[in-house]
């Protein structure tokens, strides 16, 4: 029997005697026997070593990071984490406690969230952020649903640069209340907003939201993001962006953001095959009653004393049920306390050192594949950061990622929509340095590029 | 048992290092100069010395499942295997990227499809998706789906409803609501579904029902058979609601009881830790009807190679980045190998044993509103409390001084003064009656401690309202001194 039910000696006949009954089975007469279960195929108990040595057989099949040179990135990035943050991740008083309802037991917790919401209004440059969300796409399908309760209208513009996922993540949210998400065209050559679009569009007056990301889908930094506000008036102005970003950027409230989200998961969160991840949202202040989400605040104990609670519920589903702001109740919170201890542990200097650092690999390794006959990099004429776009001028992207794969580089990732098959087009990927990667990986990159585009058909 | 949780006068994490004056971030090569940061982040610089003693002082002043019981209802906290913390952890668990080429992600791809398939056994159903984050995702992806469902027969125009019984979960009227249909509450009789009110309230505008079973009272809904063939017949679908799914493992599950659609919580059946708030994992399953529109991608097998396929034209696209919370269905993938088939029965035997057993002790303390055979948690009104001028709330606060969780309180609303119970199948019978006796002092304490309470945790009774009244809500607001007052709506 399972080590983890508890099996202290003697004690389930105990409790069957205490209730009067033979067998545990009699508690479930209330089933109707219609709606009973014969075997299921689950198999036999293991033991622990058995699991162990099952799940590293199948362990074994995946080819982690560390056996590439790693150009990944995008939402979801491959931060090396100092080994202080997964220690105080992995203390069980944090992991293994619930949602903290009784906030006297829990202040551990709420400090490191209050924290967590203070290091966001920060980077954010926003007053009040949350105790967080999913992930960064999910908190933009809460942004957009957050600005349609600031404003009246049906159509929400973003990029058309968005990554898919993100934009389709958006469609499924804005489709419950049956409003429509629609793409703000990009000047192929910039890869930047088209801005004539954004003020057509507005006015025909029934727009009630815009999101803008830092850096882009492609890469880029659009100055355009200063001037957004200015256009939008009324109309709610989301920016999401990447918090690594934001130890070197402007924070998108000094220019004008009500609303800024983002991926947290490269703040000390290991990629896990996607998940789990971590939502950022921060908004203003006169906002906070719109805001989705759980939202830790400071208050006092009943000697006066410092203390921290959950507050402002009353948006919350708990309590306002089909009145709510949002739906969400389980968020991210042990996510969001690897992100103050990451954050904390590196320091503001450690971060923009290694934003840094990331950029001067993104260009040295976009100039070197620049020069290369066939390959455009980077694919546009604007500035970048860490991550920039590569576009293949023949051959398809799996083939180019294939052949790198094999010379152990992960070269980037397709920016196309899977559900759409191969674009007309030439073949493009966002490509991100990992901080691993040195001036020897780079140079292997370039070499391997090199040896495809001479031959993209080859092995 | 007398208990002090650890009490550390831990200065905020800004207060632990000089501020320093604001410069500007350093300007990077062929960043424009009007995006450069004018004033450097605003956090301290600390050694991590000091950080792992900070955060490992904020651990000790944060009650786990570790630490002690915690019989929270609906929430089925159950201790965590420390197994499927190690093999998370494994660097070919967690340094895998989401967007590494198919073939060097077979393991992940394998483990998540082996999950899928076990999940769809144990719950009865066609197909099974692990990319909700979390139960709420799970129940807005879920009622995505039945939209889309009904859109494709040209049905969704008049089928604008979810009927829920007054009984559910918080998140269900609030996902119905978000995937724009109106919600009417049915009202339970003796804590269960009243057929004949569903039945008078099906109609052909019905697009869900949305149900518990066994349900927030702890009751299983004997009539399930019945509330699904009136559901069906006005051509509307059931939805399960997979939070107290850790009472029938192995004797009933949705699919059989005529359900169309379910999300589970992994996080509470499945032991993966909930972290104090989150990460969960809110794994939908759905009957062949529904199967189709599932999120993308899905994971297929061809040949003995494992890949991620989009080509689903009904499906309602994403509703997440990359697939599912893969670090959590490693743990429950754990979890349901060590226990077998006859573990995870025996996981619903003991712990329906348990719920039994606590509220037959103390039932005899306060009453017990409705029948008293219970699934995995039961329900206790702390109404005659009243009667000595205290609430539920306040012997919730007295339990904490005992070295354990609170109940849940306050829940289902239409018990008066409610507490929810719920202690799982790993608490052993010595925990449970020391909970009891805990329970016991706490009713014999004098109204003036019950009031006090608690005095044995790192801070006393936590004044909730000013937190609400007078937001403070960050650093920059204790900074700024901005606790500007918020109206109230």
Same mark, same amino acid.
């Given at each position: 029997? +399972?080590?983890?039910?508890?099996?202290?000696?003697?004690?389930?006949?105990?409790?069957?005697?205490?209730?009067?009954?033979?067998?545990?089975?009699?508690?479930?007469?209330?089933?109707?026997?219609?709606?009973?279960?014969?075997?299921?195929?689950?198999?036999?108990?293991?033991?622990?070593?058995?699991?162990?040595?099952?799940?590293?057989?199948?362990?074994?099949?995946?080819?982690?990071?560390?056996?590439?040179?790693?150009?990944?990135?995008?939402?979801? %990035?491959? &931060?090396?984490?100092?080994?202080?943050?997964?220690?105080? +991740?992995?203390?069980?008083?944090?992991?293994?406690?619930?949602?903290?309802?009784?906030?006297?037991?829990?202040?551990?917790?709420?400090?490191?969230?209050?924290?967590? @919401?203070?290091?966001?209004?920060?980077?954010?440059?926003?007053?009040?952020?949350?105790?967080?969300?999913?992930?960064?796409?999910?908190?933009?399908?809460?942004?957009?649903?957050?600005?349609?309760?600031?404003?009246?209208?049906?159509?929400?513009?973003?990029?058309?640069?968005?990554?898919?996922?993100?934009?389709?993540?958006?469609?499924?949210?804005?489709?419950?209340?049956?409003?429509?998400?629609?793409?703000?065209?990009?000047?192929?050559?910039?890869?930047?907003?088209?801005?004539?679009?954004?003020?057509?569009?507005?006015?025909? @007056?029934?727009?009630?939201?815009?999101?803008?990301?830092?850096?882009?889908?492609?890469?880029?930094?659009?100055?355009?993001?200063?001037?957004?506000?200015?256009?939008?008036?009324?109309?709610?102005? +989301?920016?999401?962006?990447?918090?690594?970003?934001?130890?070197?950027?402007?924070? &998108?409230?000094?220019?004008?953001?009500?609303?800024?989200?983002?991926?947290?998961?490269?703040?000390?969160? &290991?990629? !896990?095959?996607?998940? &789990?991840?971590?939502?950022?949202?921060?908004?203003?202040?006169?906002?906070?009653?719109?805001?989705?989400?759980?939202? +830790?605040?400071?208050?006092?104990? %009943?000697?006066?004393?410092?203390?921290?609670?959950?507050?402002?519920?009353?948006?919350? @589903?708990?309590?306002?049920?089909?009145?709510?702001?949002?739906?969400?109740?389980?968020?991210?919170?042990?996510?969001?306390?690897?992100?103050?201890?990451?954050? !904390?542990?590196?320091?503001?200097?450690?971060?923009? !050192?290694?934003?840094?650092?990331?950029?001067?690999?993104?260009?040295?390794?976009?100039?070197?594949?620049? %020069?290369?006959?066939?390959?455009?990099?980077?694919?546009?004429?604007?500035?970048?950061?860490?991550?920039?776009?590569?576009?293949?001028?023949?051959?398809?992207?799996?083939?180019?990622?294939?052949?790198?794969?094999?010379?152990?580089?992960?070269?980037?990732?397709?920016?196309?929509?899977?559900?759409?098959?191969?674009?007309?087009?030439?073949?493009?990927?966002?490509?991100?340095? !990992?901080?691993?990667?040195?001036?020897?990986?780079?140079?292997?990159?370039?070499?391997?590029?090199?040896?495809?585009?001479?031959?993209?058909?080859?092995? | 048992?007398?208990?002090?949780?650890?009490?550390?006068?831990?200065?905020?994490?800004?207060?632990?290092?000089?501020?320093?004056?604001?410069?500007?971030?350093?300007?990077?090569?062929?960043?424009?100069?009007?995006?450069?940061?004018?004033?450097?982040?605003?956090?301290?610089?600390?050694?991590?010395?000091?950080?792992? $003693?900070?955060?490992?002082?904020?651990?000790?002043?944060?009650?786990?499942? #570790?630490?002690?019981?915690?019989?929270?209802?609906?929430?089925?906290?159950?201790?965590?295997?420390?197994?499927?913390?190690?093999?998370?952890?494994?660097?070919?668990?967690?340094?895998?990227?989401?967007?590494?080429?198919?073939?060097?992600?077979?393991?992940?791809?394998?483990?998540?499809?082996?999950?899928?398939?076990?999940?769809?056994?144990?719950? /009865?159903?066609?197909?099974?998706?692990?990319?909700?984050?979390?139960?709420?995702?799970?129940?807005?992806?879920?009622?995505?789906?039945?939209?889309?469902?009904?859109?494709?027969?040209?049905?969704?125009?008049?089928?604008?409803?979810?009927?829920?019984?007054?009984?559910?979960?918080?998140?269900?009227?609030?996902?119905?609501?978000?995937?724009?249909?109106?919600?009417?509450?049915?009202?339970?009789?003796?804590?269960?579904?009243?057929?004949?009110?569903?039945?008078?309230?099906?109609?052909?505008?019905?697009?869900?029902?949305?149900?518990?079973?066994?349900?927030?009272?702890?009751?299983?809904?004997?009539?399930?058979?019945?509330?699904?063939?009136?559901?069906?017949?006005?051509?509307?679908?059931?939805?399960?609601?997979?939070?107290?799914?850790?009472?029938?493992? /192995?004797?009933?599950?949705?699919?059989?009881?005529?359900?169309?659609?379910?999300?589970?919580?992994?996080?509470?059946?499945?032991?993966?830790?909930?972290?104090? /708030?989150?990460?969960?994992?809110?794994?939908?399953?759905?009957?062949?009807?529904?199967?189709?529109?599932?999120?993308?991608?899905?994971?297929?097998?061809?040949?003995?190679?494992?890949?991620?396929?989009?080509?689903?034209?009904?499906?309602?696209?994403?509703?997440?980045?990359?697939?599912?919370?893969?670090?959590?269905?490693?743990?429950?993938?754990?979890?349901?190998?060590?226990?077998?088939?006859?573990?995870?029965?025996?996981?619903?035997?003991?712990?329906?044993?348990?719920?039994?057993?606590?509220?037959? $002790?103390?039932?005899?303390?306060?009453?017990?509103?409705?029948?008293?055979?219970?699934?995995?948690?039961?329900?206790?009104?702390?109404?005659?409390?009243?009667?000595?001028?205290?609430?539920?709330?306040?012997?919730?606060?007295?339990?904490?001084?005992?070295?354990?969780?609170?109940?849940?309180?306050?829940?289902?609303?239409?018990?008066?003064?409610?507490?929810?119970?719920?202690?799982?199948?790993?608490?052993?019978?010595?925990?449970?009656?020391?909970?009891?006796?805990?329970?016991?002092?706490?009713?014999? #304490?004098?109204?003036?401690?019950?009031?006090?309470?608690?005095?044995?945790?790192?801070?006393?009774?936590?004044?909730?309202?000013?937190?609400?009244?007078?937001?403070?809500?960050?650093?920059?607001?204790?900074?700024?001194?901005?606790?500007?007052?918020?109206?109230?709506?």
């Amino acid at each position: 029997m +399972v080590r983890w039910i508890s099996d202290e000696a003697g004690e389930e006949e105990a409790l069957l005697q205490a209730l009067g009954i033979a067998s545990a089975d009699e508690l479930f007469q209330d089933v109707p026997k219609k709606a009973r279960l014969g075997r299921l195929g689950l198999g036999a108990a293991k033991e622990e070593a058995e699991v162990v040595a099952e799940v590293d057989r199948l362990l074994e099949r995946n080819r982690p990071l560390g056996r590439f040179a790693n150009f990944l990135g995008g939402r979801i %990035a491959c &931060p090396y984490s100092p080994a202080a943050v997964d220690a105080i +991740v992995s203390r069980s008083e944090f992991y293994s406690a619930y949602t903290p309802y009784q906030p006297e037991a829990s202040q551990g917790m709420l400090r490191a969230l209050f924290e967590f @919401q203070s290091l966001w209004v920060e980077l954010s440059g926003v007053d009040v952020a949350n105790a967080s969300l999913y992930d960064g796409a999910s908190a933009a399908g809460e942004a957009l649903l957050f600005c349609r309760r600031l404003h009246e209208g049906h159509r929400f513009l973003v990029p058309a640069s968005l990554p898919w996922e993100e934009r389709s993540v958006l469609e499924n949210y804005a489709s419950g209340p049956g409003l429509k998400v629609e793409a703000i065209p990009f000047d192929p050559r910039t890869g930047l907003l088209d801005l004539g679009f954004v003020k057509a569009a507005l006015a025909q @007056q029934d727009v009630f939201g815009l999101l803008a990301d830092v850096p882009n889908g492609f890469g880029l930094l659009d100055e355009q993001l200063f001037e957004l506000k200015a256009l939008l008036g009324e109309v709610p102005y +989301v920016v999401a962006a990447d918090p690594l970003s934001l130890s070197v950027l402007e924070p &998108p409230g000094a220019y004008g953001a009500d609303v800024v989200v983002g991926e947290g998961q490269g703040f000390g969160i &290991p990629p !896990s095959f996607g998940g &789990p991840l971590l939502g950022l949202f921060a908004c203003r202040r006169e906002h906070v009653r719109q805001a989705p989400g759980r939202i +830790v605040g400071a208050t006092v104990d %009943a000697y006066g004393r410092p203390a921290f609670t959950l507050t402002l519920q009353t948006r919350e @589903q708990h309590i306002r049920r089909s009145k709510a702001t949002s739906n969400i109740c389980t968020n991210e919170s042990l996510m969001a306390l690897a992100f103050v201890v990451y954050a !904390s542990v590196v320091g503001p200097k450690g971060l923009a !050192s290694l934003q840094s650092s990331l950029a001067e690999k993104a260009r040295t390794l976009a100039s070197a594949l620049g %020069a290369i006959e066939g390959l455009r990099a980077p694919r546009f004429d604007a500035p970048y950061l860490g991550e920039f776009t590569l576009e293949l001028g023949r051959g398809t992207a799996a083939g180019f990622l294939d052949r790198l794969r094999r010379r152990r580089i992960l070269a980037g990732h397709p920016l196309a929509d899977p559900r759409v098959g191969a674009p007309s087009g030439p073949e493009r990927l966002l490509v991100a340095p !990992s901080p691993s990667v040195g001036e020897k990986e780079i140079a292997r990159y370039a070499a391997a590029a090199k040896a495809w585009a001479a031959a993209p058909g080859g092995r | 048992m007398t208990y002090r949780q650890a009490r550390w006068d831990e200065p905020p994490i800004w207060d632990l290092a000089h501020a320093h004056a604001p410069e500007p971030a350093p300007a990077i090569p062929g960043v424009p100069e009007r995006f450069r940061r004018r004033e450097a982040l605003r956090w301290p610089e600390l050694s991590e010395p000091t950080v792992v $003693r900070h955060y490992t002082r904020l651990s000790q002043m944060n009650f786990g499942i #570790d630490s002690g019981v915690y019989p929270l209802g609906s929430c089925t906290m159950k201790y965590n295997p420390k197994l499927s913390e190690l093999l998370a952890r494994r660097p070919g668990a967690a340094q895998v990227h989401p967007y590494q080429p198919e073939s060097t992600v077979q393991g992940s791809l394998e483990i998540a499809w082996r999950l899928e398939r076990l999940l769809a056994r144990i719950t /009865g159903f066609h197909e099974v998706s692990l990319q909700p984050a979390a139960g709420a995702h799970g129940e807005y992806t879920s009622l995505l789906m039945v939209k889309a469902h009904y859109r494709e027969l040209g049905e969704l125009e008049r089928r604008t409803e979810v009927l829920l019984p007054d009984t559910a979960h918080g998140t269900n009227p609030a996902s119905a609501s978000m995937a724009g249909f109106v919600t009417r509450e049915i009202p339970s009789k003796d804590g269960c579904v009243d057929l004949a009110a569903l039945k008078a309230a099906l109609s052909e505008r019905t697009a869900c029902f949305m149900l518990t079973n066994p349900n927030t009272a702890g009751l299983f809904e004997s009539e399930i058979l019945e509330i699904s063939e009136a559901v069906h017949a006005a051509g509307a679908m059931l939805y399960y609601d997979g939070a107290n799914l850790n009472a029938i493992l /192995g004797v009933t599950n949705p699919g059989r009881m005529g359900f169309d659609i379910a999300h589970l919580n992994l996080h509470k059946t499945f032991a993966t830790p909930h972290g104090g /708030g989150g990460p969960g994992a809110g794994v939908i399953g759905a009957g062949e009807l529904l199967a189709p529109y599932l999120p993308v991608p899905r994971i297929a097998k061809r040949g003995r190679k494992f890949h991620l396929d989009y080509d689903r034209p009904k499906s309602i696209g994403k509703v997440k980045t990359a697939y599912g919370n893969f670090g959590l269905d490693l743990r429950a993938y754990a979890f349901i190998l060590a226990h077998g088939e006859e573990g995870l029965r025996h996981v619903s035997r003991r712990a329906v044993l348990n719920s039994n057993y606590l509220a037959a $002790r103390l039932g005899r303390r306060l009453p017990r509103p409705f029948r008293p055979l219970v699934k995995h948690e039961f329900v206790l009104s702390g109404a005659p409390l009243r009667e000595r001028g205290v609430r539920t709330l306040d012997l919730a606060k007295r339990l904490l001084d005992e070295g354990v969780h609170a109940p849940t309180v306050y829940f289902p609303t239409l018990v008066e003064e409610a507490l929810m119970l719920e202690l799982p199948e790993t608490e052993s019978k010595r925990e449970l009656d020391a909970f009891a006796e805990a329970v016991g002092r706490a009713l014999d #304490d004098s109204p003036e401690h019950l009031k006090a309470a608690p005095t044995s945790c790192s801070v006393g009774r936590i004044d909730e309202v000013r937190a609400a009244r007078e937001p403070v809500l960050s650093w920059k607001d204790l900074r700024t001194g901005a606790s500007v007052k918020v109206e109230t709506p």
